[in-house]
């Protein structure tokens, strides 16, 4: 009888107190980015993630993915980015499923589909593995060894997130085709009134009584129509450029060249680990350039705290102005935190019974478990920002969840370390 108040206080502390410390950090990013303070404004927001983006993660991803990888484990880790596709597919079904029950607003169908079906496989896990990891007495294995193989399966998936979100995230985002016409509908009567009033100007003052005088006046106005289509597509491309601000699309800013830099550092680190020579060259403790990986391990030290300091500055925006409405807000960030979840520990214990899964690996279970419980992806938000479709409405879920998932990540984090032990 006195076994089971000990095994569930172990298991409120996995999962309370990651929670807490990440409570804490981002808590300490709000104060810092607050009136009050203002060291963390928007612009050292955007460097610090800039930072942490191409410099702290590819660092702690090379480092740790490289020292756990081998060939022979790249065979047996197979199911990491099947289980990525697996989770996206069942969460934009079950997406599709919502939208088509709550009718939200036409324009918005895709983009419900889109909050809910991806998910958050990178920064939020990494941070929650090493808290938990941080923890001698975790329920996986020695604290070094529990990091190392959480952050290479972690990093390990994120390559097939990165394809999902700028492949079919990045369709399902586009603008709405109504939109586009309506806006060069508003453009097109410019041109006609111009036209039109240098036709009557040019007919007042040239009178029409020879044809070859009138068919260079027609050939002039259509020369002057064409300089001006011309100069105005010009006018609108400076303007879109100008708009659409690609240097700063997401708080924490995700460009095309960051993920770029984080997806050739996966590969690099595969490379580097599955090549013995490689390996003992640079990532092994007795290597002889270990000084360069050891390096690169404290620099990728500084992620977790950064980001989280990031994302707590952001929340001090609140959730901004949204036409998104109540129940679907609501409906997203229920469905994504409650109701997906569950599917996942369904596609997990159906692998393990198929025995698809390495055995007796606690921590490869786990971080399964987390790519099924994430609120949604940040990158979805940087792919709206790119379009220039939603930002509003997709700010506003990804305030909302992140509040939300304060509660669910903690509940989620207990029954999945009560599943694996």
């Not at 404004?41 to 930072?51: F, H, V, Y």
């Not at 065979?75 to 934009?92: D, H, Y």
């Not at 090549?275 to 002889?288: G, I, Q, S, W």
Request: one cysteine or more; glycine letters at 6%; proline letters at 6%.
């Amino acid at each position: 009888m006195e076994a089971q108040p000990e095994s569930l206080t172990r298991l409120l502390q996995f999962s309370v107190l990651p929670i807490a410390k990440v409570l804490v950090m981002c808590a300490l990013g709000l104060l810092m980015a607050s009136s009050y303070i203002n060291i963390l404004n928007a612009t050292s927001r955007k460097q610090l993630s800039k930072l942490v983006f191409q410099v702290f993660l590819p660092c702690l991803i090379f480092t740790q993915l490289g020292t756990a990888v081998t060939l022979e484990k790249l065979l047996e880790w197979w199911f990491i980015p099947v289980n990525v596709l697996i989770s996206s597919t069942l969460g934009c079904l079950l997406g599709l499923l919502v939208a088509l029950l709550i009718k939200p607003p036409p324009r918005f169908f895709k983009f419900t589909i889109v909050m809910i079906g991806i998910g958050n496989i990178g920064n939020i896990p990494l941070v929650l593995v090493g808290a938990i990891c941080r923890d001698k007495n975790n329920p996986f294995n020695d604290p070094d060894t529990c990091n190392t193989d959480g952050v290479a399966y972690i990093s390990y998936g994120q390559w097939v997130g990165a394809v999902i979100v700028y492949t079919f995230v990045y369709r399902m985002l586009a603008p709405p085709a109504s939109e586009e016409e309506e806006a060069s509908k508003s453009r097109e009567p410019l041109l006609v009134d111009h036209s039109s009033s240098d036709a009557s100007e040019s007919d007042n003052v040239v009178p029409s009584t020879n044809s070859k005088v009138s068919c260079q006046l027609d050939s002039c106005v259509r020369s002057s129509q064409q300089c001006r289509k011309v100069s105005q597509a010009v006018a609108r491309i400076k303007l879109w450029l100008q708009s659409a601000r690609i240097g700063d699309i997401l708080q924490p800013p995700v460009a095309a060249s960051s993920l770029e830099t984080v997806d050739f550092v996966q590969l690099l680190a595969l490379v580097f680990g599955a090549t013995p020579f490689l390996k003992m060259l640079f990532l092994e403790d007795d290597a002889v350039f270990y000084f360069l990986s050891d390096s690169l391990n404290i620099l990728g030290g500084a992620m977790i705290p950064c980001i989280m300091l990031v994302l707590g500055g952001n929340l001090v925006k609140g959730p901004g102005a949204s036409e998104l409405g109540l129940k679907t807000t609501v409906a997203i960030t229920v469905v994504r935190l409650v109701l997906v979840p569950p599917m996942g520990i369904a596609v997990v214990s159906l692998a393990e019974k198929l025995n698809l899964l390495p055995p007796n690996n606690k921590m490869f279970r786990f971080v399964l478990l987390l790519q099924h419980s994430m609120p949604t992806s940040i990158l979805a938000g940087a792919v709206a920002s790119l379009q220039g479709y939603a930002e509003q409405e997709a700010s506003a879920i990804l305030f909302w969840e992140h509040i939300a998932s304060v509660v669910t990540m903690t509940g989620w984090l207990g029954v999945h370390v009560n599943y694996l032990s």
